[in-house]
C-alpha cells in the first residue's frame, strides 16, 4: 500500500475501466484541442519489466516531504511550486500553463491537474543544480531503483564519503530527484506518469 508514480500505458490512458485514464485522456484532448494544440494520443504500450530497461516508470513516495517543500518555498516562486509538485498527470507535452480537468480521480475530488513534462523538467533541474543532486542518482526508475537508493542505505553511504549540499536533508533530495526523474521518463518514453 501508499502512493505510488507510475508510468501510464495506453491501455490505461485510454481506456474506459473504472480505475483507468480515460476519462482524463478525453478531457486533456478537449482543452488541448480548445487551445488549438494538437490532441495527445502517441502513447506508448505497456512494456514487459525488464530491469533497468528504462521502459517503465515506478517509485513510492516514502518520506517526508517536509524539507522539499522549504525548499521548494526557498527556491521558487509559487507558480513553479504549483507546477512541480501540484499535478496529477505529467504528460510529454510542453505546456505553457498547467491544464486544470473538471474530472475527479482517486488522487482529487473536483479537479486533475495536468503539467507539461518540459516545465516540470526545467524546474526540477533547477532544484537538482541547487542541492547539488550527484550524478550516482539512480535514472532508470522501473521498479523502485530511486526509491530503494535513497531507503536502503546506497545514498546515505554516498552521503557519508562525500558530504554535499544534497547530503543534508536525503528525504528532499529523493523528491527533487523523484520529480526529476518522472520528467525524464515521460519526455523520454512520451508517456503519461500519474499517481497510483
Avoid at 43 to 67: C, W
Avoid at 99 to 117: C, H, I, K, N, Q
Avoid at 136 to 154: I, V
Wanted: charged share 25%; glycine share 8%.
Amino acid at each position: 500500500m501508499g502512493i505510488y508514480l507510475v508510468s501510464v500505458g495506453a491501455e490505461d490512458w485510454f481506456g474506459e475501466e473504472e480505475e483507468g485514464w480515460g476519462e482524463v485522456s478525453s478531457a486533456l484532448n478537449h482543452e488541448l484541442r480548445r487551445r488549438g494544440l494538437p490532441p495527445y494520443e502517441a502513447v506508448p504500450d505497456e512494456v514487459e519489466f525488464v530491469r533497468g530497461s528504462g521502459q517503465a516508470f515506478e517509485e513510492k513516495l516514502i518520506p517526508s516531504m517536509d524539507g522539499f517543500v522549504a525548499l521548494c518555498e526557498a527556491h521558487l516562486s509559487p507558480e513553479q511550486v504549483e507546477t512541480l509538485c501540484g499535478w496529477t498527470v505529467l504528460v510529454p507535452l510542453s505546456l505553457d500553463e498547467d491544464v486544470r480537468l473538471p474530472v475527479d480521480t482517486s488522487f482529487t475530488e473536483s479537479s486533475t491537474m495536468v503539467a507539461g513534462a518540459p516545465q516540470v523538467l526545467a524546474i526540477a533541474e533547477r532544484l537538482a543544480s541547487v542541492i547539488e543532486l550527484p550524478p550516482e542518482t539512480p535514472e532508470m526508475c522501473d521498479n523502485l531503483d530511486l526509491t530503494m537508493w535513497f531507503m536502503d542505505g546506497a545514498a546515505k553511504e554516498l552521503a557519508a564519503a562525500r558530504p554535499g549540499a544534497w547530503s543534508k536533508d536525503l528525504d528532499a533530495a529523493f523528491y527533487v530527484a523523484l520529480f526529476l526523474r518522472a520528467a525524464q521518463h515521460s519526455i523520454r518514453r512520451g508517456c503519461p506518469i500519474a499517481y497510483s
